[in-house]
């Protein structure tokens, strides 16, 4: 079956399925880390919603800009 195949058939379909599989791949690969992706978003949101915060009670330290969780450890 396979010798009534043409060269040029085959390797129009191993591309063919080798686009598939990148497509594939890809697709795992974005579902695997659409849980991570969400929590990294949340993340930001809650980092910006706490230099909102802080800049309403008028702490002006460079210190919390770049890294707000620092700012808690030297409250306690």
Avoid at 17 to 24: H, S
Avoid at 32 to 38: E, F, V
Avoid at 43 to 63: C, F, H, I, N, P
Avoid at 69 to 76: D, E, R, S
């Amino acid at each position: 079956m396979e010798s009534d195949i043409s060269l040029e058939e085959m390797e129009k379909h191993i591309n063919e399925l080798e686009a598939q599989l990148a497509d594939m791949k890809k697709a795992y690969r974005d579902k695997k880390m659409a849980g991570l992706k969400s929590a990294m978003e949340a993340r930001k949101s809650a980092d910006e919603a706490v230099r909102e915060e802080l800049k309403a009670l008028g702490v002006t330290s460079s210190s919390w800009t770049s890294d707000p969780f620092k700012l808690y450890t030297k409250w306690y």
